[in-house]
T-cell receptor, first 114, second 115 residues
């Protein structure tokens, strides 16, 4: 079965601090692609960061970075210097192989407090 | 430009109505997707079109009928919906190349209410 687990339904962080969102996944595929999407209250789904499983180097996009542990099937998201605009629901997701099917976790609601 | 547009933004319809949702992308993507999302839940895949052909139908009820008139447009025709079909309907698109699956870009969604 292809599944994604986000074990933290809700999290909060103070503005300017760092927070890490956890994600584990399960797949028998050797090739797959991992993503973090952000969905703010407007409900626009925004791609935050992507990681290809065959690449060992962790992806980074400005204040967002991932810790990809392939053997452990773990894909956590670190947000540095948190900003109020980071308040959103964050979904971890992956596409197994070349199926084109994006499989989502249940999401983590992150609140950034002033 | 990574924009996917959807119209209308909001739609209220009765159970006997027929309406359509529209999605458009100008990124040259050849795969387009429809998702249904309930509040505080992840999106659920409904349909996938690849090169204007339906490639995935996730056992969606026939009251939802997708259509892909060309590579830039995707429609979702609605008929005889039920109140439980009220949700946010998201459209997405992505590149498609042999041996490679690309990230999906989402539109802002249509908030559908069935009365």
């Amino acid at each position: 079965a292809q599944t994604v687990t986000q074990s933290q339904p809700e999290m909060s962080v103070q503005e300017a601090e760092t927070v890490t969102l956890s994600c584990t996944y399960d797949t028998s595929e050797s090739n797959y692609y991992l993503f973090w999407y952000k969905q703010p209250p407007s409900r626009q789904m925004i791609l935050v960061i992507r990681q290809e499983a065959y690449k060992q180097q962790n992806a980074t996009e400005n204040r967002f970075s991932v810790n990809f542990q392939k053997a452990a099937k773990s894909f956590s998201l670190k947000i540095s210097d948190s900003q109020l605009g980071d308040t959103a629901m964050y979904f971890c997701a992956f596409i197994p192989g070349n199926t084109g099917k994006l499989i989502f976790g249940q999401g983590t609601t992150l609140q950034v407090k002033p | 430009d990574t924009e996917v547009t959807q119209t209308p933004k909001h739609l209220v319809m009765g159970m006997t109505n027929k309406k359509s949702l529209k999605c458009e992308q100008h990124m040259g993507h050849r795969a387009m997707y429809w998702y249904k999302q309930k509040a505080k839940k992840p999106p659920e895949l409904m349909f996938v079109y690849s090169y204007e052909k339906l490639s995935i139908n996730e056992s969606v009820p026939s009251r939802f009928s997708p259509e892909c008139p060309n590579s830039s447009l995707l429609n979702l025709h609605l008929h005889a919906l039920q109140p439980e079909d009220s949700a946010l309907y998201l459209c997405a698109s992505s590149q498609v190349l042999t041996g490679r699956t690309y990230e999906q870009y989402f539109g802002p969604g249509t908030r559908l209410t069935v009365t």
